[in-house]
């Protein structure tokens, strides 16, 4: 991208810049007059190409000082093939349109004097100089009508010399106003040109008049990223009917990302945001106006704020609108947005801007479209699209209870843990297992018994007596035939005895890997999961399954006779489970039951049957042939 803080803007002086343009100059010497016989003593004026370029050269600038006062900055020549001059220089007091009239003023008219031999390479040679007074990388804007062929080929003969090789980046535009008396083949008509040395060219042809200064607001839309705004449906009274009130069009222009902020959370604009402006002709956002209210400018949740300026200052519209805005009052826009509610389609308005005049300054306010932090926070009960959640916010607030820190000065020669570290140690063992919601909890034993195991599966470490109390729990949930409050339609017995050891299994399996301790617990656990069922559960089919102490230490010579529907879990748990406990890997795991598999089911070869320790013995036939006389036994 071409940097922008330095452009260069040169207007064309040579004599054919006199001619008339055919576009007439709107005098009206006795407007709102009731009498219409009047005839207009001044008669039809009209525009030359001098007065064509030096208006679009006023309005390409009065955006840039509106929006990029004091960051971006214009230098404006003038000259022909002999002599070029500098009208407003990168001075700070010469960035302004009072200054550049002033220098046109002093620079004057083109002159008569025709000049046989026509070169722009003097006009081109003097802007690139201008520019690298400041910056080697910048813009050239030339303005100028191309009174012959040979002087378009000149040209671009002179820019793809070594005319620009000490400009990496650089981009001249030349803008051709078409003339009804010579006729230019400007080919290449708003195409760019790269040329070897990095710099670029463009030529724009456009017709005399309002045509100029589109194409020099096209020209500024790309070197300053800009974007257009159309603000629609603003009511305003007219002076004939003043109890009548008509709605209004403004075209503004500003920073593109006060569009690119807005349209970030969004699918997609829909039609009615999207359009042209009459004006300009420019692609442009529609906002509409909502009624003005007395705001807090305070109280903006904005992601950014922009300044803006009118394109048709001089319009009645952007003045009443100016007015407006600089008597300290705020007005909303909105935006229509299409949006996808389940298979349709749906097109709904948003607040989208605010526009707000700060110190003189007027500015586009971008609104978040989501909660402020300075907005009443919401419920934390209150979910998504207003639902009610079922969070355990008293459970919450105990377990906040607990984590308080107090000052404490640190000594360095302890070699425990820091406050902190320890404090982060038991904050992981209290919520390893720890169900978000009430739901996230599927059975609730009664008598506390699952915020008890809590209790212990949260030590670092557990004693005897901490081992002992927790079978005693188990035992007694087993024993006393304790039905679990389940949260679940089915009132089957085996059904909530399932639901509460799945928890169960759960719980334990987070904190397993905490000490041995835990681990010899939650073996017995498990254990007892399995005579629970025995002695709770309807008569199931009986299968044959191994222990889980008899996983663990790898003997498997005795098998116990359990519940296939209660007891048995999905593969994958029971292997996890098998190598937290026994320490193997998974991979250990599964190949030893493959093995074990695979020695059941295959049928071993004959040869197989009949060794001893595991050796065959070959050519037993031949050893076993007796020897003749005299011959000698070779073991």
């Given at each position: 991208?071409?940097?922008?803080?330095?452009?260069?803007?040169?207007?064309?002086?040579?004599?054919?810049?006199?001619?008339?343009?055919?576009?007439?100059?709107?005098?009206?010497?006795?407007?709102?007059?009731?009498?219409?016989?009047?005839?207009?003593?001044?008669?039809?004026?009209?525009?030359?190409?001098?007065?064509?370029?030096?208006?679009?050269?006023?309005?390409?600038?009065?955006?840039?000082?509106?929006?990029?006062?004091?960051?971006?900055?214009?230098?404006?020549?003038?000259?022909?093939?002999?002599?070029?001059?500098?009208?407003?220089?990168?001075?700070?007091?010469?960035?302004?349109?009072?200054?550049?009239?002033?220098?046109?003023?002093?620079?004057?008219?083109?002159?008569?004097?025709?000049?046989?031999?026509?070169?722009?390479?003097n006009i081109v040679d003097a802007a690139l100089k201008q520019l690298h007074l400041k910056s080697k990388c910048g813009r050239v804007i030339f303005l100028t009508?191309?009174?012959?062929?040979?002087?378009?080929?000149?040209?671009?003969?002179?820019?793809?010399?070594?005319?620009?090789?000490?400009?990496?980046?650089?981009?001249?535009?030349?803008?051709?106003?078409?003339?009804?008396?010579?006729?230019?083949?400007?080919?290449?008509?708003?195409?760019?040109?790269?040329?070897?040395?990095?710099?670029?060219?463009?030529?724009?042809?456009?017709?005399?008049?309002?045509?100029?200064?589109?194409?020099?607001?096209?020209?500024?839309?790309?070197?300053?990223?800009?974007?257009?705004?159309?603000?629609?449906?603003?009511?305003?009274?007219?002076?004939?009917?003043?109890?009548?009130?008509?709605?209004?069009?403004?075209?503004?222009?500003?920073?593109?990302?006060?569009?690119?902020?807005?349209?970030?959370?969004?699918?997609?604009?829909?039609?009615?945001?999207?359009?042209?402006?009459?004006?300009?002709?420019?692609?442009?956002?529609?906002?509409?106006?909502?009624?003005?209210?007395?705001?807090?400018?305070?109280?903006?949740?904005?992601?950014?704020?922009?300044?803006?300026?009118?394109?048709?200052?001089?319009?009645?519209?952007?003045?009443?609108?100016?007015?407006?805005?600089?008597?300290?009052?705020?007005?909303?826009?909105?935006?229509?947005?299409?949006?996808?509610?389940?298979?349709?389609?749906?097109?709904?308005?948003?607040?989208?801007?605010?526009?707000?005049?700060?110190?003189?300054?007027?500015?586009?306010?971008?609104?978040?479209?989501?909660?402020?932090?300075?907005?009443?926070?919401?419920?934390?009960?209150?979910?998504?699209?207003?639902?009610?959640?079922?969070?355990?916010?008293?459970?919450?607030?105990?377990?906040?209870?607990?984590?308080?820190?107090?000052?404490?000065?640190?000594?360095?020669?302890?070699?425990?843990?820091?406050?902190?570290?320890?404090?982060?140690?038991?904050?992981?063992?209290?919520?390893?297992?720890?169900?978000?919601?009430?739901?996230?909890?599927?059975?609730?034993?009664?008598?506390?018994?699952?915020?008890?195991?809590?209790?212990?599966?949260?030590?670092?470490?557990?004693?005897?007596?901490?081992?002992?109390?927790?079978?005693?729990?188990?035992?007694?949930?087993?024993?006393?035939?304790?039905?679990?409050?389940?949260?679940?339609?089915?009132?089957?017995?085996?059904?909530?005895?399932?639901?509460?050891?799945?928890?169960?299994?759960?719980?334990?399996?987070?904190?397993?890997?905490?000490?041995?301790?835990?681990?010899?617990?939650?073996?017995?656990?498990?254990?007892?999961?399995?005579?629970?069922?025995?002695?709770?559960?309807?008569?199931?089919?009986?299968?044959?399954?191994?222990?889980?102490?008899?996983?663990?230490?790898?003997?498997?010579?005795?098998?116990?006779?359990?519940?296939?529907?209660?007891?048995?879990?999905?593969?994958?748990?029971?292997?996890?489970?098998?190598?937290?406990?026994?320490?193997?890997?998974?991979?250990?795991?599964?190949?030893?039951?493959?093995?074990?598999?695979?020695?059941?089911?295959?049928?071993?070869?004959?040869?197989?049957?009949?060794?001893?320790?595991?050796?065959?013995?070959?050519?037993?036939?031949?050893?076993?042939?007796?020897?003749?006389?005299?011959?000698?036994?070779?073991?």
């Open positions: 991208m071409i940097d922008n803080k330095y452009t260069v803007v040169v207007v064309d002086n040579h004599f054919y810049m006199r001619e008339n343009t055919n576009v007439s100059v709107d005098i009206d010497m006795v407007a709102k007059s009731k009498n219409s016989n009047i005839a207009n003593p001044v008669g039809s004026v009209y525009r030359s190409f001098w007065i064509t370029a030096i208006e679009a050269i006023l309005e390409f600038q009065r955006v840039c000082f509106d929006i990029f006062f004091g960051s971006k900055f214009i230098s404006l020549l003038s000259g022909d093939t002999n002599n070029v001059c500098v009208v407003t220089d990168w001075s700070i007091e010469d960035q302004s349109n009072a200054a550049i009239s002033k220098g046109l003023i002093e620079l004057g008219p083109p002159k008569k004097q025709q000049i046989v031999d026509i070169s722009f390479k009508s191309i009174p012959s062929q040979n002087v378009l080929i000149d040209l671009k003969n002179y820019l793809t010399s070594d005319a620009l090789s000490e400009f990496n980046k650089v981009f001249i535009d030349i803008v051709h106003i078409k003339s009804q008396n010579i006729a230019v083949n400007a080919e290449l008509n708003n195409c760019e040109n790269t040329l070897s040395s990095g710099a670029s060219y463009a030529i724009h042809v456009t017709d005399p008049g309002s045509f100029v200064c589109r194409t020099l607001l096209r020209i500024a839309l790309e070197h300053f990223d800009l974007a257009c705004t159309v603000v629609k449906g603003i009511p305003m009274k007219e002076e004939q009917q003043a109890n009548i009130s008509n709605n209004y069009d403004v075209e503004l222009l500003h920073e593109k990302a006060a569009h690119t902020q807005i349209l970030a959370p969004y699918r997609g604009v829909s039609e009615e945001a999207a359009c042209t402006a009459k004006t300009s002709g420019l692609p442009a956002l529609s906002l509409s106006w909502l009624s003005p209210k007395q705001l807090d400018n305070d109280n903006f949740s904005c992601l950014g704020t922009y300044r803006l300026s009118p394109i048709d200052v001089n319009s009645r519209h952007s003045m009443c609108l100016t007015n407006f805005l600089l008597n300290g009052r705020s007005v909303t826009l909105e935006i229509f947005q299409s949006g996808k509610s389940g298979s349709k389609l749906s097109k709904k308005t948003s607040q989208a801007h605010v526009m707000s005049c700060h110190g003189g300054e007027i500015y586009l306010h971008v609104l978040s479209q989501h909660r402020s932090p300075v907005d009443t926070l919401q419920a934390i009960s209150e979910g998504v699209g207003g639902a009610v959640t079922d969070y355990r916010i008293v459970d919450f607030m105990k377990l906040v209870s607990e984590f308080k820190l107090e000052p404490f000065e640190l000594q360095t020669d302890i070699e425990d843990l820091s406050p902190q570290e320890s404090h982060f140690d038991l904050i992981d063992r209290k919520t390893r297992y720890w169900p978000i919601t009430s739901r996230g909890s599927l059975v609730k034993i009664p008598n506390g018994f699952l915020e008890k195991l809590s209790t212990f599966l949260s030590k670092a470490v557990l004693s005897d007596a901490d081992c002992a109390a927790v079978q005693k729990m188990v035992n007694s949930v087993t024993s006393d035939n304790i039905l679990p409050a389940t949260k679940t339609a089915s009132n089957k017995k085996d059904e909530q005895y399932r639901q509460m050891w799945t928890e169960l299994e759960e719980a334990l399996k987070n904190h397993a890997d905490l000490s041995p301790q835990h681990r010899t617990l939650v073996t017995h656990i498990l254990d007892s999961r399995i005579r629970s069922t025995d002695n709770n559960g309807p008569p199931p089919k009986k299968k044959q399954l191994v222990s889980t102490t008899e996983m663990m230490s790898g003997d498997i010579t005795e098998t116990h006779t359990v519940s296939a529907g209660e007891c048995s879990r999905p593969s994958m748990n029971f292997i996890d489970d098998l190598a937290t406990l026994s320490g193997e890997s998974l991979y250990e795991v599964w190949k030893r039951r493959r093995n074990q598999e695979r020695e059941r089911v295959r049928v071993k070869f004959e040869g197989e049957s009949r060794t001893v320790d595991g050796k065959f013995e070959l050519y037993t036939s031949s050893l076993k042939v007796e020897p003749t006389i005299g011959a000698t036994v070779v073991s």
